[in-house]
C-alpha cells in the first residue's frame, strides 16, 4: 500500500481498464464516422499536435510539483519527456503545414496537477493511451489515405510514446528508492533513454552523441 492507500497495483490495473475502456471505443475516440481514423490525417494531425502541447504544459507543472516536493530525477524525467513531446510536436507541424498552410501551432491548455506520486500515474495512462491507442489510430488512417510518410513520422512517435510510459511508471514504483539517473532525448523522434545509451537510438538510429541530457 502507499502512504494514501492505495496500492501500486490496483492504481495500475485501474489504469489499465481505462486504456481498455478507452480502446473499445476504438477510431471513434478520433472519428467523426469516416471509416479507418475518423477526421482524416489532417484532422489527426491537429488533434496530435493540440494533445502534445497539452502534454508538454502538463509535464512542466509536473516538474514544478516534483521539485517542490523534493524529487529531483521527477523533476529531470518531466522535463525530458516534455522536450521529447517538443521534438514530436515539430515533427508533426511540418506535416500539417505542408498540408494546410494556415495550420498554426496550438498552446497547451492549462495544466491541473496533484502530488507527484499522482502525477506519475496520470502521465503512465496518457502516455499509454497515446501509444495503444490514439497513435494506432492516426497511423491507420494515413495508412489508408496513402501517406507513407506520416504513417513512418506516427509509428516513431507511438514508439516513444511507449517507451516515456514505462519511464514514468519507473519512477512511480521507486518513488522512495530513486537512483538519480540521467535522462537524454533523442532529437529526432522523441526517444528518452534512462541513463547514456550503449549504441544509437533504438528507434530512429539517431547517434547518442546528439542527445540531448537532463
Ligand atoms: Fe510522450
Ligand atoms: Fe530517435
Known amino acids: 500500500m502507499t502512504e494514501n492507500g492505495i496500492s501500486r497495483r490496483s492504481f495500475i490495473v485501474g489504469a489499465a481498464v481505462t486504456a481498455a475502456s478507452v480502446a473499445t471505443m476504438g477510431f471513434g475516440l478520433v472519428g467523426c464516422g469516416k471509416k479507418g481514423g475518423g477526421g482524416g490525417t489532417y484532422g489527426n494531425l491537429c488533434t496530435a499536435l493540440q494533445t502534445e502541447a497539452d502534454d508538454i504544459a502538463k509535464y512542466n ?28 510536436m515539430g515533427r508533426i507541424f511540418t506535416f500539417a503545414s505542408t498540408m494546410n498552410p494556415k495550420c498554426a501551432l496550438p498552446e497547451g491548455a492549462a495544466a491541473t496537477a496533484g502530488a507527484t506520486d499522482a502525477n506519475l500515474m496520470a502521465a503512465v495512462v496518457q502516455e499509454t493511451e497515446e501509444c495503444g491507442v490514439t497513435y494506432p489510430a492516426y497511423i491507420a488512417a494515413a495508412n489508408e489515405e496513402g501517406y507513407a510518410e506520416v504513417v513512418s513520422l506516427l509509428d516513431r512517435t507511438r514508439k516513444a510514446e511507449g517507451f516515456h510510459a514505462q519511464l514514468f511508471f519507473d519512477c512511480y514504483n521507486n518513488l522512495q528508492r530513486l537512483d538519480g539517473a540521467t535522462y537524454y532525448v533523442c532529437p529526432i523522434c522523441g526517444f528518452v533513454s534512462k541513463g547514456e545509451l550503449d549504441g544509437a537510438c533504438p528507434i530512429c538510429d539517431t547517434t547518442f552523441n546528439a542527445f540531448q541530457s537532463f
Open 61 to 88: 507543472v509536473y516538474a514544478e510539483v516534483a521539485s517542490a516536493e523534493g524529487y529531483e530525477q521527477v523533476e529531470r524525467l518531466c522535463k525530458a519527456v516534455a522536450a521529447a513531446e517538443q521534438v514530436h
